[in-house]
C-alpha cells in the first residue's frame, strides 16, 4: 500500500508560480510512476505531469512548457513546478503513483489562479 501527502497549493494570481509536493511512503518499493493529475468543477480529470520509469515524462498539451515534474528517488517525492498559471489551471491537483498494476492517489491539493 503506497501513502501519498500533497502539499503547496494555494491561490495565486495569474501569471505567477507555484510548487507542488507529494512524499511516497508505505510500500514504495519499485514504483515505476509518480506525478500529477487535476480536475477542475464540472470537467473531467485530466494529465497534468507523470514522471515514469527510464526517465519517461509525459505532459498534457495544455500545460507543456509552462510546468516542469521533477522526482526526487532519495526523498521519494516528485514535484511539479507550475510558472505562467493562467485561471483555467484552478482545480485539485493530486499526486498520482503506480506499482504493480495498483493506481495510488493522494487526497487533492486545490489551485487557485485569479485573473
Known amino acids: 500500500q503506497v501513502h501519498l501527502v500533497e502539499s503547496g497549493g494555494g491561490l495565486v494570481q495569474a501569471g505567477g508560480s507555484l510548487r507542488l509536493s507529494c512524499v511516497a511512503s508505505?510500500?514504495?518499493?519499485?514504483?515505476?510512476?509518480m506525478g500529477w493529475y487535476r480536475q477542475a468543477p464540472g470537467k473531467q480529470r485530466e494529465l497534468v505531469a507523470v514522471?515514469?520509469?527510464?526517465?519517461?515524462?509525459d505532459y498534457g498539451d495544455s500545460v507543456k512548457g509552462r510546468f516542469t515534474i521533477f522526482r526526487d528517488s532519495a526523498k521519494n517525492t516528485v514535484y511539479l513546478q507550475m510558472n505562467s498559471l493562467k485561471p483555467e489551471d484552478t482545480a485539485v491537483y493530486s499526486c498520482?503513483?503506480?506499482?504493480?498494476?495498483?493506481?495510488?492517489w493522494g487526497q487533492g491539493t486545490q489551485v487557485t489562479v485569479s485573473s
Open positions: 514522471s515514469r520509469s527510464a526517465g519517461r515524462i
Open positions: 508505505g510500500g514504495i518499493f519499485s514504483i515505476n510512476a
Open positions: 498520482y503513483a503506480h506499482q504493480w498494476g495498483t493506481n495510488y
